[in-house]
């Protein structure tokens, strides 16, 4: 079901973003992560994005939102009136691009707000070069959400992600070709 979302805004991350963004990502973390089936308990989860809203964590938010659009990262967010509901990064390298994230607050899910976050990221990153985004392999709703926007799985491509205390998360790699920008 697509919801109104004329109140939703979204553009660039603005300064003072910086606490909302951290919030959102630790929310959303804690809420998509755990997968007993492929290792990660709910406490695994909690653990790893324990840190997620320290200080340090909030001023490297800050110097990316100070530096917003610059050394070729981007950080988008969606704000509902002044609270931080969702954001999107991403990052222009020489032969690609990459949408590092988009992440929802589950409550804000399902109303359009990831198509109009991943729509500004494109604006932003141009339609010069082909775009990979890596999601966890067992997020499927993440996985799916790729698939509506072109992204194809590429075949035979895969990695981890070291996490805090050494765990890895499975990755996929997912490409939009520039046939389908």
């Known amino acids: 079901m697509e919801y109104e979302n004329n109140d939703i805004e979204i553009g660039p991350a603005r300064p003072g973003d910086e606490r909302g963004i951290a919030?959102?990502?630790?929310?959303?973390?804690?809420?998509?992560?755990p997968n007993p089936a492929a290792g990660f308990s709910k406490s695994d989860v909690l653990s790893m994005a324990k840190d997620f809203d320290s200080p340090e964590s909030i001023e490297s938010w800050k110097?990316?939102?100070?530096?917003?659009?610059?050394?070729?990262?981007?950080?988008?967010?969606?704000?509902?009136?002044d609270k931080v509901v969702a954001f999107c990064c991403a990052k222009k390298f020489e032969n690609y691009n990459q949408l590092?994230?988009?992440?929802?607050?589950p409550q804000y899910q399902g109303r359009g707000i990831g198509k109009r976050l991943f729509a500004n990221v494109?604006?932003?990153?141009?339609?010069?070069?082909?775009?990979?985004?890596t999601p966890v392999a067992y997020?499927?709703?993440?996985?799916?959400?790729?698939?509506?926007?072109?992204?194809?799985?590429?075949?035979?491509?895969s990695s981890a992600k070291k996490m805090p205390g050494g765990?890895?998360?499975?990755?996929?790699?997912?490409?939009?070709?520039?046939s389908a920008i």
């Open 23 to 33: 919030a959102v990502h630790k929310e959303t973390w804690i809420k998509t992560y």
């Open 63 to 81: 110097d990316k939102i100070f530096t917003n659009g610059e050394n070729q990262n981007y950080v988008c967010a969606a704000r509902d009136r």
């Open 100 to 105: 590092s994230a988009i992440y929802i607050l």
């Open 122 to 133: 494109r604006g932003w990153l141009g339609r010069e070069k082909k775009i990979i985004v």
């Open 139 to 157: 997020n499927l709703p993440a996985i799916g959400f790729y698939e509506k926007m072109g992204f194809a799985v590429i075949k035979g491509k």
């Open 167 to 178: 765990r890895t998360m499975p990755l996929i790699e997912m490409e939009l070709m520039l």
